[in-house]
């Protein structure tokens, strides 16, 4: 395993471990507007509940901010590898990459406001950061999945690599459309909660695809 492979692991694992975890424990204390369930299916809840109170919310804030600290260097490490592929700087890959490491910072801003009790976070800021996040690193992975594609160097890359790159890109579209058609129509509360849990994976699925190319390509 190479570092630039751990290094998409582990973006991997720090997220969603993170998030798991700290509801796993906001179940034990039964904290507010935390029920058990699926959240994937049933979307009684978003995140962002299940990482508010103590302890959980130690164990959220601290894990998500490091994992937006793991995608930003992601997303450096892929600049570096896809101009190393193309022999060149590409323009397109510049902004793919700022576009990931703006996304990932206003995921920071989201997290570090939630601080209890609940009427004193700034929603506003919160809520902002984080459909931020989810818009901006959309863009960025569609951008950097057009740029794997590229006829110059998609044979670089493995097949099951690109594959679910795209597949995983388009997925986050429907939802990603789904979600501001329901939030236009003010309706579809539980099924906006599944789609951010669901974003928040395949974001995380998106960076993990690279471990197969990063293992052979040091």
């Not at 703006?102 to 902002?128: E, F, M, Q, Y």
């Not at 501001?180 to 995380?204: F, V």
Request: hydrophobic share 55%.
């Amino acid at each position: 395993m190479t570092l630039k492979s751990l290094l998409a692991l582990t973006c991997f694992i720090l997220s969603q471990g993170t998030i798991a975890i700290s509801y796993l424990v906001s179940l034990q204390y039964m904290h507010e507007k935390v029920e058990s369930c699926n959240p994937f299916i049933q979307g009684c809840l978003n995140i962002t509940d299940a990482g508010i109170y103590s302890p959980e919310g130690f164990i959220f804030r601290g894990g998500m901010i490091a994992a937006c600290a793991f995608f930003i260097m992601w997303w450096a490490v892929s600049f570096q590898h896809i101009n190393t592929l193309l022999n060149r700087t590409s323009k397109l890959n510049i902004s793919s990459t700022a576009l990931g490491i703006i996304g990932a910072i206003c995921l920071i801003v989201a997290t570090a406001v939630l601080i209890p009790p609940r009427s004193v976070i700034n929603w506003d800021l919160h809520t902002a950061g984080a459909i931020l996040f989810f818009l901006i690193s959309f863009v960025a992975q569609a951008l950097h999945c057009f740029i794997c594609y590229r006829a110059e160097i998609r044979h670089l890359f493995l097949s099951k690599s690109l594959k679910a790159k795209l597949i995983n890109v388009i997925i986050q579209g429907l939802m990603i459309a789904t979600a501001l058609t329901l939030k236009w129509l003010d309706t579809g509360g539980d099924i906006g909660n599944a789609i951010e849990w669901w974003l928040a994976l395949l974001i995380a699925l998106y960076f993990l695809a690279s471990f197969w190319d990063w293992q052979k390509q040091a």
